[in-house]
């Protein structure tokens, strides 16, 4: 009955038949945007029903500067799994990526609201902000993930090294620490925060 339903709200765009183009080498050294546009459409039209083919496919079409046809697609991909928060999650960063932060906050609320239990989207969903310098937002999402899981090192490190790329070291410092206290003996530990300051080039 969902399906169905589903089907009558959005049969039309789903069956719309994207003009036939061939992809050669000419094709993939032209426009950008119809190169996005290609590959979301065709995309769409091998996987229409999979939630998490059509956030991407969003994120091709706002990469295109396509904001309305991204909209659609976002829509059906909630419509399609409403409660899956790494859908949820996808589609709040493709809005984040392109710069429409009002839409990528009202997204990432709704992974806390329909699948609060989802650790991996929360850490995410965290880490996405944190390398966007919304630090309040990307705290709330981790301290969620914290009180779910309070034990795992690689997740307090690898939100150091977002808070980092937006140039957070401060607010990255205790999530480092708080992964050596986790595991002391565990060499892989230090290597990772290494790693990190050297990528991130958080040296001075």
Same mark, same amino acid.
């Given at each position: +009955?969902?399906?169905?339903?589903?089907?009558? @709200?959005?049969?039309?765009?789903?069956?719309a038949q994207?003009?036939?183009?061939?992809?050669?080498?000419?094709?993939? /050294?032209?426009?950008?945007?119809?190169?996005?546009?290609?590959?979301?459409?065709?995309?769409?039209?091998?996987?229409?029903?999979?939630?998490?083919?059509?956030?991407? #496919?969003?994120? @091709?079409?706002?990469?295109?500067?396509?904001?309305?046809?991204?909209?659609?697609?976002?829509?059906?991909?909630?419509?399609?799994?409403?409660?899956? *928060?790494?859908?949820?999650?996808?589609?709040?960063?493709?809005?984040?990526?392109? *710069?429409?932060?009002? &839409?990528?906050?009202?997204?990432?609320?709704?992974?806390?609201?329909?699948?609060p239990? /989802?650790?991996?989207?929360? +850490?995410? #969903?965290?880490?996405?902000?944190? &390398?966007? *310098?919304m630090?309040?937002?990307?705290e709330?999402?981790? /301290?969620?993930?914290?009180?779910?899981?309070?034990s795992?090192?690689? @997740?307090?490190?690898a939100? *150091?090294?977002?808070?980092?790329?937006s140039?957070?070291?401060?607010?990255?410092?205790?999530?480092?620490?708080?992964?050596?206290?986790?595991?002391p003996k565990?060499?892989k530990?230090y290597?990772?925060?290494?790693? @990190?300051?050297?990528?991130?080039?958080?040296?001075?």
């Amino acid at each position: +009955m969902r399906r169905a339903l589903l089907l009558a @709200a959005f049969g039309p765009f789903l069956l719309a038949q994207a003009p036939i183009t061939t992809f050669t080498e000419d094709f993939f /050294n032209g426009d950008r945007r119809k190169i996005l546009r290609a590959m979301g459409d065709a995309t769409r039209e091998l996987k229409p029903r999979d939630a998490k083919y059509l956030a991407e #496919c969003g994120r @091709a079409y706002l990469a295109a500067t396509d904001k309305t046809r991204a909209s659609e697609t976002f829509k059906l991909a909630e419509a399609l799994e409403p409660k899956d *928060g790494k859908v949820l999650r996808l589609i709040a960063q493709a809005w984040l990526k392109h *710069g429409y932060r009002t &839409e990528a906050l009202e997204a990432y609320e709704l992974v806390l609201a329909r699948d609060p239990g /989802n650790k991996d989207a929360a +850490m995410d #969903c965290a880490i996405d902000l944190a &390398e966007a *310098g919304m630090v309040a937002q990307s705290e709330k999402f981790m /301290n969620h993930f914290l009180a779910m899981e309070g034990s795992k090192w690689e @997740a307090f490190v690898a939100f *150091g090294k977002a808070l980092l790329v937006s140039g957070q070291r401060k607010k990255a410092a205790p999530w480092f620490a708080r992964a050596i206290a986790v595991k002391p003996k565990e060499e892989k530990v230090y290597m990772e925060i290494a790693r @990190a300051f050297a990528e991130t080039q958080s040296v001075i």
